[in-house]
C-alpha cells in the first residue's frame, strides 16, 4: 500500500525545503548585507583627525580642551528675515579671523558644507547664508588653524542654540 507522501514530487517535500531553503536564505542575505555596505559612503561625522584601529575610532580632542582652558563658548542664531546666521563668542578666542562654520550632515558625509564667518567685532561673527532647515545638522564652529572647536546640533526649526566644546572631562 502506498501513501501519498510516497507519490509527491520531490520539490513538494517539505524537508526539502528546510535542508536545502534556509542555508540558501542565509547566503542570499549575506550577500545582500555585503553589497549594502560595500555600496555605502563615508556616513559618520567624525572629523578626518579620527584613528581607526580594529573596532577603535580615537579622535584628537586637543582643540575641545584649548577652548576649555580659554572658557570659550558660543550662540549661534539665524537671521530673521533675511536669512543668515550670526554667532556671538563668549571667552577669549585670540583675535583669529576668519572662522569656519562646518555643517555636518547627520548620516552622509557628501552633504556636508562649510561656510565662512565674517567677523563684525570683538565678539560677533556672520554669514549670508542659512543651512537647508529639513533636517538637523552637527555644528562645528573652529579657526582656520583649528586651534580650538565648539560644537552643537541644529534642529530644523531651532532660530538659536549654544555651542560648547564637543569633549568635557
Request: hydrophobic content about 45%.
Amino acid at each position: 500500500m502506498r501513501t501519498e507522501a510516497a507519490n509527491r514530487p520531490v520539490w513538494r517535500e517539505p524537508m526539502l525545503w528546510l535542508v536545502a531553503g534556509l542555508p540558501l536564505a542565509a547566503v542570499a542575505a549575506g550577500v545582500t548585507l555585503i553589497a549594502v555596505l560595500a555600496a555605502g559612503g563615508k556616513t559618520d561625522v567624525l572629523s578626518p583627525a579620527v584613528r581607526r584601529t580594529a573596532q577603535v575610532q580615537v579622535e584628537d580632542i586637543r582643540a575641545d580642551e584649548t577652548a576649555l582652558r580659554k572658557g570659550l563658548g558660543a550662540t549661534l542664531q539665524r537671521r530673521m528675515p533675511g536669512g543668515g546666521l550670526d554667532l556671538e563668542l563668549r571667552g577669549d578666542a585670540g583675535g583669529e579671523a576668519p572662522l569656519r562654520l562646518r555643517l555636518l550632515h547627520p548620516a552622509t558625509a557628501a552633504y556636508d558644507s562649510e561656510l565662512q564667518l565674517e567677523r563684525i567685532d570683538a565678539q560677533h561673527w556672520r554669514s549670508a547664508q542659512t543651512p537647508a532647515s529639513t533636517h538637523a545638522w552637527h555644528v562645528r564652529v573652529e579657526p582656520a588653524d583649528g586651534r580650538w572647536r565648539l560644537a552643537g546640533r541644529l534642529e530644523p526649526e531651532a532660530e538659536r542654540i549654544e555651542l560648547e566644546p564637543l569633549w568635557r572631562r
